[in-house]
């Protein structure tokens, strides 16, 4: 049981590139979460979906897409990459009929854009 | 935009001293509420949650819920320097939503 699996866990991008950042869980959740974490901050939503073929944008949706086709997995897109998305990228996923609230974190994604 | 307020510290605190952490929120009709610990460079994991005015205890660490005020607070107990980590008060949204919006922590720094 690996949990919630995210890659990569650093890169760096030049301004303008475009990339995805993978998750995939196998705890069979169906809410699951993207969040950016700045230095100093709280953890910021940017995505989240509550089941395969559903998501909803969070606070900070702008330069960013998702798509969730399985229930595995939620890939962030992020287009046209700028400074300001530099950040630490975290993935979640939680099961709120079982365990209310308890959101089960990947071990992040440091992204820099240069 | 709901808001989730802390402050971001440090607070430092000897070993063996009753750390007390705070947290107040604007959404009045949340019901869920959580403390994170996140170690430096790792992901946040949850310690605590509380649904109901009070108390509520586990080991070392007690949680408090006060809705009318708005208010949620973690104390930790005999504090050991392993406790040094930042600590994350997250709040479901109301509605009885599964979606929680996080304060921006505070660190605690617990010396021998």
């Known amino acids: 049981n690996a949990g919630v699996t995210q890659t990569p866990k650093f890169r760096i991008l030049k301004i303008g590139q475009s990339m995805t950042l993978q998750c995939t869980q196998d705890m069979n959740h169906n809410y699951m979460y993207w969040y950016r974490q700045d230095p100093g901050m709280g953890l910021k939503l940017i995505y989240y979906s509550v089941g395969a073929g559903i998501t909803d944008k969070g606070e900070v949706p702008n330069g960013y897409n998702v798509s969730r086709s399985t229930t595995e997995d939620f890939p962030l897109r992020l287009e046209l990459a700028a400074p300001s998305q530099t950040s630490v990228y975290f993935c979640?996923?939680?099961?709120?009929?079982?365990?209310?609230?308890?959101?089960?974190f990947g071990e992040g994604s440091r992204l820099t854009v240069l | 935009q709901k808001e989730v307020e802390q402050n971001s510290g440090p607070l430092s605190v000897p070993e063996g001293a009753i750390a007390s952490l705070n947290c107040t929120y604007s959404d009045r009709g949340s019901q869920s509420f959580f403390w994170y610990r996140q170690y430096s460079g790792k992901s946040p994991e949850l310690i605590m949650f509380?649904?109901?005015?009070g108390d509520k205890e586990d080991g070392r660490f007690t949680a408090q819920l006060n809705k009318a005020s708005q208010y949620v607070s973690l104390l930790i107990r005999d504090s050991q320097p392993s406790d040094s980590a930042t600590y994350l008060c997250a709040v479901n949204r109301s509605g009885g939503s599964y979606i929680p919006t996080f304060g921006r922590g505070t660190s605690l720094i617990v010396h021998p």
């Open positions: 979640a996923s939680s099961y709120p009929d079982r365990d209310p609230g308890e959101l089960f």
């Open positions: 509380i649904y109901s005015n």
